[in-house]
């Protein structure tokens, strides 16, 4: 007998495909699909637990190189951690990061998700993705520990790169939506913007005389399908807040990654960003 879903479930998934089919009127993308670490059968990452603790050295740089008048005499190990490596900073190339310990049913993928905001990668990935476009990025030693099992065929990738300069305004399409999950309320936008700042401008207007935390009755203006100028960037997100959160990533990449059997990654098609004149 089948196990009945969760309302929650429900829920979730209802809400999924009626976020999703607003954008199912247009071709999917050739040049870009939507990348996802799998989510397990019990719990949403593979690390159960990151032992920063079993760092080296991550105390020692950080008291060097950090440390100021500001901070208390304790400060917790993963503030540390967070101060070190900001998009405006690589933490020291030198950084140990302890060990990533994986849930019991997890299993050892070139792609571990669950540990802060970077990657855990397999050093295969890493060498495969240093000879594509991903941006600015820093490798950082880490151990992976899977039951019995514990691996130093990993690095914690920290990466960063955004598409938001490739934007072709005029050709991208918007929306406004009022408030959150209201998806019945989206409405595309005739008009057309030269720029971010246009956009920007628009959204204040529409929303003028509303408190900015008001998300029930606050309009927001979204990005409905996105075209970018030729670029050759391979792993990107946007920056805008009228631009979609997903991590993307080039078909060629994809392709390569796909042939190499990569493990840890999903796929997904997208009609949301596509490469202006060339699709």
Same mark, same amino acid.
């Given at each position: 007998?089948?196990k009945p879903i969760h309302i929650l479930d429900e829920i979730a998934i209802q809400w999924k495909e009626d976020?999703?089919?607003?954008?199912?009127?247009?071709?999917?993308?050739?040049?870009?699909?939507?990348?996802?670490?799998?989510?397990? =059968?019990?719990?949403?990452?593979?690390?159960?637990?990151?032992?920063?603790?079993?760092?080296? /050295?991550?105390?020692?740089?950080?008291?060097?190189?950090?440390?100021?008048?500001?901070?208390?005499? &304790?400060v917790p190990w993963m503030t540390m951690f967070s101060e070190m490596m900001t998009e405006t900073r690589f933490?020291?190339?030198?950084?140990?990061?302890?060990?990533?310990?994986?849930?019991?049913?997890?299993?050892?993928?070139?792609?571990?998700?669950?540990?802060?905001?970077?990657?855990?990668?397999?050093? !295969?990935?890493?060498?495969?993705?240093?000879?594509?476009?991903?941006? @600015?990025? @820093?490798?950082?030693?880490?151990?992976? @520990?899977? !039951?019995?099992?514990?691996? /130093?065929?990993?690095?914690?990738?920290?990466?960063?790169?955004?598409?938001?300069?490739?934007?072709?305004?005029?050709?991208?399409?918007?929306?406004?939506?009022?408030?959150?999950?209201?998806?019945?309320?989206?409405?595309?936008?005739?008009?057309?913007? /030269?720029?971010?700042?246009?956009?920007?401008?628009?959204?204040?207007?529409?929303?003028?005389?509303?408190?900015?935390?008001?998300?029930? /009755?606050?309009?927001?203006?979204?990005?409905?399908?996105?075209?970018?100028?030729?670029?050759?960037?391979?792993? &990107?997100? &946007? !920056?805008?807040?009228?631009?979609?959160?997903?991590?993307?990533m080039s078909a060629r990449l994809a392709k390569t990654l796909m042939d190499e059997k990569i493990t840890g990654?999903?796929?997904?098609?997208?009609? =949301?960003?596509?490469?202006?004149? @060339?699709?």
């Amino acid at each position: 007998m089948t196990k009945p879903i969760h309302i929650l479930d429900e829920i979730a998934i209802q809400w999924k495909e009626d976020e999703e089919l607003f954008f199912l009127d247009s071709d999917y993308s050739g040049h870009y699909v939507k990348i996802e670490t799998p989510i397990g =059968k019990k719990h949403m990452d593979q690390v159960e637990k990151h032992d920063i603790l079993g760092s080296v /050295n991550l105390k020692s740089l950080f008291d060097t190189y950090y440390r100021t008048e500001d901070h208390d005499e &304790f400060v917790p190990w993963m503030t540390m951690f967070s101060e070190m490596m900001t998009e405006t900073r690589f933490a020291p190339v030198e950084l140990d990061l302890g060990i990533a310990k994986l849930y019991s049913e997890a299993r050892l993928t070139d792609v571990i998700s669950g540990v802060a905001n970077g990657w855990v990668v397999s050093k !295969k990935l890493f060498e495969i993705l240093k000879n594509f476009n991903i941006g @600015q990025y @820093q490798e950082y030693k880490i151990v992976v @520990q899977s !039951k019995k099992t514990v691996s /130093n065929d990993y690095v914690y990738l920290f990466f960063f790169n955004y598409a938001d300069e490739f934007v072709n305004y005029p050709h991208t399409t918007f929306y406004t939506e009022k408030g959150l999950l209201n998806f019945g309320s989206r409405k595309v936008m005739a008009a057309k913007f /030269n720029s971010f700042e246009e956009v920007k401008k628009a959204s204040e207007e529409l929303n003028k005389g509303i408190d900015w935390l008001d998300f029930t /009755n606050k309009t927001h203006i979204k990005a409905k399908e996105i075209m970018l100028n030729n670029n050759d960037q391979d792993i &990107f997100k &946007f !920056k805008g807040f009228c631009f979609n959160t997903d991590m993307l990533m080039s078909a060629r990449l994809a392709k390569t990654l796909m042939d190499e059997k990569i493990t840890g990654l999903e796929y997904i098609k997208t009609s =949301k960003v596509k490469l202006f004149n @060339q699709e």
